[in-house]
């Protein structure tokens, strides 16, 4: 019988509320009993980690990673983002492994290896090869004095501690330190290997990674459908300007077409408030040392320019020259995925 079940007419009221609370402590629990953990990992930082980093830094092959269960799930994902971030990784299944696939190890190779407990059985067979074949072996594991750490090159020890688990069974305190650890490993790996986010875009072309690291340059408006006047003009010019660009501003340039200021909309309303000729210059009416942006800016960047600053438009701006243009609306079109959500 279900425990939270009673017959009691007013406990049948307080159950949901009941429920709701245990639910609440339960996930709470979890939450807080993981961050503890990855606390605990931290801690666990040394020389080892130091020299598994350069150790797959130096690879001339691949990093092979391989685990089972669980582990084997976090072993994908860490091979997925070494991977993207340009260092050559798989994932092997061990069993897979013990059936053919140790063909794929190389001498060059480096081989990771993730068991909480050191003592999967299923992980022997390709640790033992890469051991006897001289391929460094890095394993991820509670134990360091397991069966499988024998083996190992290297040792990387997670927390023993309790999974998060209601039963302590379930990997759950264990698997996210695997991820940490691995995250901290690929990221560690990638500043080494001088990974830029040109290298990232070049890998991820598709995609919403692959649109926020477009540059501004790609998309911007140019040439004509820039908004431009000269210092000189008039309000009435420079209305005329706005309306046939229609977006919301214009450039004001000297006589070196160095972009000195900007009039927009609101600048018009308030002149029109005031009762300001039109033909007073628009000079005395611009926003000086205007907002500009780069046009190597990327979108990842732009989207966080309009966030920060709240202006709809912003020129972009090489060598004090205006040579485009952009409006937020743009990035709405650019993607059609939803870079940019307020």
Not at 50 to 66: E, F, N, P, T
Not at 72 to 90: D, E, L, R, V, W
């Amino acid at each position: 019988m279900n425990s939270f079940i009673s017959a009691d007419p007013q406990m049948q009221t307080l159950q949901p509320m009941l429920i709701h609370e245990r639910i609440r402590k339960q996930l709470v629990s979890v939450i807080e009993t993981e961050i503890s953990a990855v606390s605990k990992l931290r801690e666990t930082i040394d020389d080892s980690w130091l020299k598994a980093v350069l150790m797959i830094r130096d690879c001339k092959g691949k990093l092979v990673i391989s685990g089972i269960g669980k582990s084997g799930n976090i072993c994908q994902k860490i091979a997925a983002s070494f991977t993207s971030t340009g260092m050559p990784a798989i994932f092997v299944h061990p069993a897979e492994a013990s059936h053919g696939d140790l063909g794929l190890l190389d001498s060059r190779d480096v081989l990771l290896a993730l068991s909480a407990s050191g003592q999967t059985t299923e992980l022997l067979d390709i640790i033992q090869y890469a051991a006897q074949q001289r391929i460094p072996v890095i394993l991820v594991t509670k134990n360091p004095t397991s069966p499988l750490a024998n083996f190992a090159s290297i040792i990387l020890q997670i927390p023993n501690l309790p999974e998060a688990c209601v039963n302590g069974l379930a990997p759950t305190t264990s698997t996210t330190c695997q991820l940490v650890l691995g995250d901290a490993l690929v990221v560690a790996v990638m500043s080494l290997r001088g990974f830029t986010a040109q290298n990232f875009k070049q890998l991820h072309p598709g995609g919403n990674l692959g649109t926020l690291l477009i540059p501004v340059k790609n998309f911007m408006y140019m040439d004509d459908r820039i908004p431009l006047i000269g210092l000189s003009a008039s309000i009435k010019e420079a209305i005329i300007e706005m309306n046939s660009k229609s977006l919301g501003c214009v450039g004001i340039i000297n006589h070196r077409n160095q972009y000195i200021g900007i009039f927009t909309d609101g600048d018009l309303r308030r002149s029109l408030e005031a009762q300001v000729s039109l033909e007073e210059l628009v000079s005395q009416y611009m926003t000086p040392s205007p907002l500009s942006i780069s046009p190597e800016m990327t979108i990842a960047e732009l989207v966080t320019f309009f966030k920060e600053t709240g202006v709809p438009n912003v020129f972009v701006v090489k060598n004090k020259m205006p040579v485009g243009i952009v409006h937020v609306n743009q990035l709405a079109s650019i993607s059609g995925r939803g870079v940019y959500q307020t």
